[in-house]
Each structure stands twice: as C-alpha cells, then as structure tokens.
C-alpha cells in the first residue's frame, strides 16, 4: 500500500457548530459519544503499519480535543510512519504550547479550516464567535515554525457556498500572507442529516469552477496552488500548474470506530457519477458528486424510468421514490412529467426532508394530480460507528405533513414502515405512536399501509435472529389487527426482484397480504441502495443487499 494514506477518526465531538455540517446529530452528542480509547486508536495505528500503509492523517470530530493527539502521533512516529498529518478547525492551535507537542511529537502536516477572509464570514459559517481569530493565530504560529525549520506542509480547506465563493481569492490572499502556498477547496456536501439545508449551500458545478478560476485568475501573489476535494479535476485544467490533484493519485481509506480488517476501505456507493468522457480518462479521480448531478438529466432518467414502469403492467401504475434531491423547479418538472407519461395510478414517497421542501413538493404533487404519497417513516436510529449516537427520524415532520392531505382530495396519503423497526433495539419504532400516525392518516383518506420485512435494518447491523423474528411477525400481527377498525389494509412489499426461501419476508407474508412492485417501482439511478446515504424517501429495506452505484452516464457537464 505504498502511498495509500490511512486516516483515523480519532472521535466524533467537535467545538465548532457549521451551519452546513453533514452530521449535525452527531457532532452535538457529544455528551453521550463513546470515543475510541488511546490503547484502541494506537492499536489501530500499529495496525496499519503492518498492513503496509505510508502515510496516517488524524481526523474527527476534530482530533484537536483529545487531550492525548500528541501521544498518538508520537506512536505513529515510533511505529515507522514518516507522513503523519492533521486535519483541523485551527482553534485549539491557536495556543503555541499545545501546537508544539504536536509538532515536536512528530506531526509532519497540518490541513486547517479557513471558510473566509473575514471574521464575519467564517465564523458565521462555523457558528463559533472568535474561530476565525484562532485559526489565523495559529497559521502565523505554523509559519513561523517552518522560518525556523520545521519540516511541515501547511494547507488550508475552503469548503465552497454561496456565501464565500465570491470571496474565495481574497481567502486565499490571507492565506498566502501567512505562509500557506496549497489550498484545498471542495463543495458543500449533501447527506441526509443536512439535507433541508442544501437549497442554502449547494452550489452547482460550473459555479464552483467559475468561482475558483476567477480566484486563480492570473496567479495568486504567493503563487500559491488549488488542490481540489470532491471535484473533478479535468474541470478546472485551465488552471495550468497552478492545480494540483495528487490527492486522486494517492487512495485514502477511512477506519472508524470498528476493526481495521472490517472496515478497511469501506466506502458509501453512489456518491460519485462518471459520464462519457470519464471512460476513457486515465486519471486518478472518482468522478463527479452526486449533488452535482446535471438536474435537468436527473429528471429525464427519472421519467424514462417511470414510463417503463408503467409500460411493465397491465395497470400502468407507478411507483418513485428518491426525489429528494431535485430543486423546486425541477420537482415540479419531475412530477408534472410523471403525470404525462401515462394514465395508471401513480404513487410518489415521501420522507419528509427535501432540498425543494415540504411546501414545494406538496403544491407540485396537486398541481401534478398525483394519486398518492406515500409517507416512509423512519424512527430514530443509533449511528453504526458510535452506537451511543442517534440519528433524527422523521416521525414529527410527517405527522405534521399528514395535516396537508384532505380526504377525498387529490394526492391521498398512505404509510409506509420497516417491520424490523416494531421489535428493534437500533432504530425502535413505538407501536403506540404508530397506530396514532396510522389513525390520524385514515382521518385524511389512507387506506394503506405498506410494510418491508427485510432479513436486517441496514447492511452494518446484523440479521434479526430467531427471538427478533418472533417479536417482529407478533408486533405486526398485533399492528394488523389494530387497523381493521381504522379501515386500513397493510399490504407487504416484497423484496424487489424475489423473496428468498425462509426469510422473514416470506414468513410475513402468513400473516397479511403480499404484493410485489417489480413492475411499477420506477427503477432509476438515485432510487436504489447506492444513494440511501442521503435520500429520505428511499425505501432501501425493498432491495436486496448488493453494492450499487449511480450507473448513468450523461452528456458531460461542461468542457474539459
């Protein structure tokens, strides 16, 4: 693995509160957060050695609050890795003392936050009065440790939004004054924790390469040097020498709070689309970002999918989910489009977060005279990687969408639920609030709620055993019984493309009544298991456990 870095979450707390964050739950747990132990971490670092890993970044979180950071990389150091870097919000290296241990126990790099040029625009995007003043302390004190000869890079990260792009060369210039010559830049990054944030912060492609070539255009004093995150390298070869994309010839693995041998090169699939010209491209990059997948060709995948569906029964029914991502006008777009493509019963899911929003996604769902939204209710649930930590369900806001629907109105709304969720220590659902959820639904027209039985909740957790199989086909037995006097049906949702023998899926379907969507789930790139890190209305539960990815290639999203 020579060149292969490793990096280390080192803990999940951070004393910074960015209003763009992808894990906000997470990062405001602290309290409650079981870190990983010094012996844990270090041997997590012996570990790595052995597996012949060069290199070793530390990461959070933000690694700075762990009292013993200097000790780690001091055991890094010891167990032979000469490439040991940092990344950082920059506050706690504000305080010299504390930035000496680190650099006198061998600390080689250091990646600091820098989201502006002013105090009042990055600390405003970190939600942390004065964490502007600490990190430009401690770049002048970095830079006055490699005057006096410390071998150190020193590099800065810009994430880039609507509020700092146009900013971005005056960012750099500060940066460049305090001896920085590398400046990491990469996108606002979607997922389902920040999702109703991504209409204030995602910025589309070419904006982003606009923004960063008019911030490089004709050199920056210092001469300084753009390395690029999550963004396609090939976009911004207009920079010349003045980019640098090493980053994509070096693979980095992430190892959390789990066992190297399991989680080593674990990765989230369907982040990354690669169009036409990426075929035939020999670099080293991963492609382009999901949330910068071209909308207008998002909607158009979306709605060819949706005629097949329709085209695969003799109803012409369809069902969609995962539009989680589209903006207002393209939603609308989307839905109106759904409507055209042919007259059966077409049936859309909703999770109750969006970029476009509820209101949006409602006013298009009548304005587009869609039968049927189906609600996909996911309690809170426990973080695989620090079990201590719960993720938000959604379980207010759609009981707070529920008052949207009219009886008798176009759309009508149903329920959709994981079975699992009814006898489940990780992601528990309350019988009691869903038979609620279910009567205030009947109240507005619902006539059914759809269940998944899958063999487990998610990939990470295991698979329910024998006592977790009883509790879960009880609960629902239990749950059918108490929607006959509500007027609701509950309807099991087969497995896409089969029920495998003995499963649970298959011992629920004795108790109530099974269908299959094969031929109406409209089957389209950001609908299946590769995109359910960051979609709310992706009934994941209905695929069966497979890598997948987001296969389309569409025309390329600009020139090279």
Not at 248 to 262: H, I, K, P, S
Not at 263 to 287: I, K, M, N
Not at 383 to 407: C, H, I, K, Q
């Amino acid at each position: 693995m020579a060149g292969d870095t490793l990096t280390i979450e080192t803990g999940l707390r951070c004393n910074n509160r960015c209003v763009f964050c992808n894990q906000p739950p997470i990062r405001q747990a602290s309290e409650v957060l079981e870190e990983p132990t010094t012996a844990e971490l270090m041997r997590r670092i012996a570990a790595a050695r052995e597996r012949g890993f060069q290199s070793i970044a530390f990461s959070g979180g933000e690694p700075t609050l762990r009292p013993d950071l200097a000790d780690l990389i001091a055991h890094a150091r010891s167990a032979g890795f000469r490439r040991i870097s940092l990344t950082s919000n920059g506050r706690m290296l504000a305080y010299p003392a504390f930035l000496d241990r680190l650099l006198d126990a061998g600390l080689t790099g250091v990646s600091l936050s820098l989201l502006g040029p002013t105090a009042e625009v990055h600390d405003a995007l970190t939600d942390a009065p004065g964490g502007f003043v600490q990190v430009v302390r401690a770049l002048r004190h970095l830079g006055a440790r490699v005057g006096a000869g410390t071998p150190l890079d020193v590099s800065t990260i810009t994430a880039l939004m609507p509020q700092n792009i146009g900013l971005l060369r005056d960012t750099l210039v500060l940066a460049g004054s305090l001896g920085v010559s590398l400046h990491i830049v990469q996108p606002y990054i979607a997922a389902a924790e920040n999702l109703a944030a991504a209409d204030r912060y995602l910025l589309p492609l070419d904006d982003i390469v606009r923004g960063i070539e008019r911030a490089m255009d004709g050199g920056l004093p210092h001469g300084g040097r753009i390395k690029p995150f999550n963004l396609p390298a090939c976009r911004l070869d207009a920079l010349g020498d003045r980019l640098e994309t090493s980053s994509y010839a070096t693979r980095t693995f992430r190892e959390f709070a789990g066992d190297l041998d399991v989680r080593l090169g674990f990765v989230t699939s369907g982040q990354f689309y690669r169009v036409a010209r990426c075929e035939a491209c020999d670099r080293a990059c991963p492609g382009i970002h999901v949330e910068h997948f071209p909308p207008d060709e998002a909607v158009r995948l979306i709605v060819d999918a949706a005629r097949a569906a329709r085209a695969a029964n003799p109803e012409g029914r369809v069902t969609v989910s995962s539009l989680d991502l589209l903006p207002a006008a393209r939603l609308r777009q989307a839905l109106l489009e759904l409507r055209d493509t042919g007259t059966g019963r077409t049936r859309v899911f909703w999770g109750g977060v969006a970029r476009a929003g509820a209101d949006a996604f409602f006013h298009a769902c009548r304005e587009a005279r869609i039968d049927e939204v189906c609600l996909l209710l996911r309690p809170p649930a426990r973080r695989v990687s620090g079990r201590s930590t719960w993720l938000p369900g959604n379980l207010d806001l759609l009981e707070a969408d529920l008052a949207r629907f009219r009886p008798g109105v176009a759309p009508a709304p149903s329920l959709f639920v994981v079975g699992n969720t009814l006898a489940s220590d990780d992601a528990p659902l309350d019988p009691d609030r869903l038979r609620s959820l279910c009567a205030a639904a009947a109240e507005r027209g619902a006539s059914d709620l759809y269940v998944a039985a899958p063999e487990r909740l998610n990939d990470p957790y295991p698979p329910a055993d024998a006592a977790q199989r009883e509790r879960v086909l009880s609960a629902l037995d239990d749950l059918r019984r108490a929607l006959g006097p509500l007027g609701m049906r509950m309807r099991l949702v087969r497995t896409l493309g089969g029920t495998a023998p003995g499963s649970l899926e298959e011992a629920a379907a004795g108790i109530m009544t099974a269908e299959s969507w094969d031929h109406e789930m409209a089957q389209h790139p950001f609908g299946g298991l590769g995109a359910g890190w960051v979609m709310w209305s992706n009934p994941i539960w209905l695929h069966a456990p497979r890598e997948a990815s987001i296969p389309a290639s569409p025309p390329d999203p600009g020139p090279a």
